[in-house]
């Protein structure tokens, strides 16, 4: 048995089994501005429920087009409001932070617990080790309705992670190398259970840039078992194990696969997708009009605080524009105190609110035709950041940094001493 | 339920962004409606004029990957796609398919023969796929129970407004 069935079944109080459909009570289930508008179409209109048994778990935020750039956001975020307070559920309206990053940092979702998302990168969550699965918006009404749904029970891959971590790397290199190994379907119907001695390395933060990015593999779901660092984070926040599952490996995966870290260097993945991925080395020079510095994928204090310490007591290069989005408002706070803001805005950053803006192409920094950006985000599609012929390279915010202060993409690592 | 119809043949990796791009989500947050005429817009120009109802999509590997945008599965049913053949699907696309639906049918064998155009046939009765132009045919999984009633009944509210609860809770009665 893999975690994520050992938290199924410790939730239902019988055993489930991979592959087998499950009928799961959610602990947590959350929505952003994307797809609350459908949800609540579906409620309302569709089913014409007046109330949801799962209220108190339900949870709402304003984070893709926050705030409203345009009269359709503004006018869905309207209604969502409208909603949140005629069924009870809490909204997290605009500037409180990014869904992903919230749940986490409020102890909103807790280690042993299942959490659903209506947006694909709900298994970030799985970092703290929950079962997080992403889900559709008829799901989340479903789930917000009933306290339940129907769920797929997948099969575990065991990746295990080793070796100390090299300077210049972080956890985005290292799930970039992954996406560029197993591809974007490499995991498709399978969650990750990640183990291994590189974890004692690998802070809350940098694991949920993992499991976020689990999803870029087709991962139903990624989780990390609680361990000292979790256990150490809990204890930090005030926060409690919400249901105490044995993380114990039993061998029951469908793959196991060792990553050896230690031989990682800082890793870019270039347009069109998230599997092409190169070294810096591979990629070094070319130029950047933009650098984006956030997104659920990186935005979080450790981001920030390498940004900064590579920015510190330099200027960001004429060329670019350097957005950085803290992930959430606790983010934002605590790198205004720690000084990171100050740091980044003397060197000719854009301190931008938290918002999924740029890395969705919403607002907040648009490319043009032909443009070019480096972004800590966890998506290089076309035209995802704006214009179809505009491109998007992928890399951890160390690297990002290093770029805005060359115009160019740049070995972090020269900057590190 | 069997389904017969015109094929579009696509490739592997067809995201929801291929299917309906992001913008069009944002833009037309609040009425789905008006994103109808994008649909497929840059992979198949003209899509929304020349498909048909009852045509079926055949599509390679990983159908629907990217986004849990619904609309994706909502617009395709929208425009009278009867179902989706491929060789494998991003989960959440195929949740959101089976919960509005629309029938997701995985096949090893079928989308490798078929070009645009064949005429296909799925019979989720007997468990079948079939390329009725090239004369080739593979079984299929058949549906878990709740699944199987769901996407019978055509998605999982019709099936609430019908007995009044998920196919998983026991009738009260
Ligand atoms: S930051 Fe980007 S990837 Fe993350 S939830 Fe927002 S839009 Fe999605």
Known sequence: MGLIDRIVSRSLQKDVSPGEIAIVKVDVVYAQDGTAPLIIDVIENELGMGKLAAADRSYLFIDHLAPAPHIAAASAHKRMRRFAEKYGVRLFDAGYGISHQVVVEDGIVRPGMVAVGADSHTPTVGAIGAYATGIGSTDAAIAMVYGELWLRIPETVKIVLSGPIPKGVYGKDIILYMVGEFKTDGMIGKSVEFHGNALKNLTIDSRMTITNMCTEMSAESAIIPVDEVVLRWLDEHGYSIARKVDGEDLGEYVDVIPVEVSRLEPMVAAPPDVDNVATVGEVEGMEVDQVFIGSCTNGRLEDIEVAARIIKNKKISKRVRCIVSPASRRVYRDALKMGYVDVLIEAGCIVAPPTCGPCVGAHMGLLAEGEVAIATTNRNFMGRMGHRESRVYLASPATAAASAIEGRIADPRKYLS | ?173
């Open chain 2, 1 to 173: 339920m069997i389904r017969q119809g015109r094929c579009w043949k696509l490739g592997d990796n067809i995201s929801t962004d291929h299917i309906i791009s992001g913008k069009y989500k944002f833009e037309a947050i609040n009425d789905i409606n008006k994103m109808l005429t994008h649909l497929f817009e840059e992979v198949i120009p003209g899509f929304h004029k020349l498909v048909r109802p009852g045509d079926i999509v055949v599509a390679g590997r990983n159908f629907g990957k990217g986004s849990s945008r619904e609309q994706a599965p909502r617009l395709l049913k929208m425009a009278g796609i009867g179902a989706v053949v491929a060789k494998s699907f991003a989960h959440i696309f195929y949740r959101n398919s089976i919960n509005i639906g629309l029938p997701v049918v995985i096949s090893r064998k079928v989308p490798d023969v078929t070009q645009n155009g064949d005429v296909i046939e799925i019979n989720l009765v007997e468990g079948y796929v079939k390329n009725i132009t090239r004369g080739v045919m593979e079984p299929i999984q058949p549906y878990p129970k709740y699944i199987g009633q769901i996407v019978e009944i055509g998605g999982i509210v019709e099936y609430i407004r019908r007995y009044g609860r998920p196919p998983w809770q026991e009738a009260t009665r």
